[in-house]
Structures are given as C-alpha cells and as structure tokens.
Nanobody, 117 residues
Framework: QVQLVESGGGLVQPGGSLKLSCAAS??????????MGWYRQAPGKQRELVAA???????NYADSVKGRFTISRDNGKKMVYLQMNSLKPEDTAVYYC?????????WGQGTQVTVSS
C-alpha cells in the first residue's frame, strides 16, 4: 500500500517562506519512476497543480508560482519537497502531494498553508 505523508505546513506572514515535504512509502512503490507533484485547493476552488517534477527531474510550475516556488526530489529518501518563498495570501490552501504513473495515481492527506498577517 502506497502512502504519501505531507509535512511542513503552517501559518506564515506575507513575504515569508515555508518548505513542504512529502514522504513516500510502500512495499512496491518504485518512487523513482513516478512523476511527483504538489497540488493545492483553496476553499471554494478546484484543486490545481502547483508544481510537478518528472523522473528526469524536469520541473514545471503554475504561472502563479513561477520564480517563487521550487520543487525537488530525493529518490534515495523517497522524498519530494516544495520550497515556497515570497508567499502571498492567495497561496493559502491545503497542499497535497501526488504521485503519478499512467493509471497509478496516489494522493497524500494534505497539509494546510495559511498566509496571513
């Protein structure tokens, strides 16, 4: 059974930084062959892709976070990270870790990020 566990969320002031972590586990979970991503969902809005990193470590970002957020992965530790800088109130959402390989898709439970003064 694959598990994705997020951590690192919290309350931060506008302009501040947070680093989210996602730990993957599971007996048959070959982490390195999955595209890993971070999604977010704000109240009353649809879940949206924030950033994703593929098996070749090539990353893509939502336009709203380009230049502020950085996604990275550590295949040895089965971890994926999201460094978030220059946070804005509109970044407030529940952030979800995602693992994706063709028809195999897994989600974490989410971690709350609140940007407020």
């Amino acid at each position: 059974q694959v598990q994705l566990v997020e951590s690192g969320g919290g309350l931060v002031q506008p302009g501040g930084s947070l680093k989210l972590s996602c730990a993957a586990s599971g007996l048959a979970f070959a982490f390195r062959i999955y595209t890993m991503g971070w999604y977010r969902q704000a109240p009353g809005k649809q879940r949206e892709l924030v950033a994703a990193i593929n098996v070749g470590a090539s990353a893509n970002y939502a336009d709203s976070v380009k230049g502020r957020f950085t996604i990275s992965r550590d295949n040895g530790k089965k971890m994926v990270y999201l460094q978030m800088n220059s946070l804005k109130p509109e970044d407030t959402a529940v952030y979800y870790c995602n693992a994706n390989r063709a028809t195999q898709i897994y989600w974490g439970q989410g971690t709350q990020v609140t940007v407020s003064s």
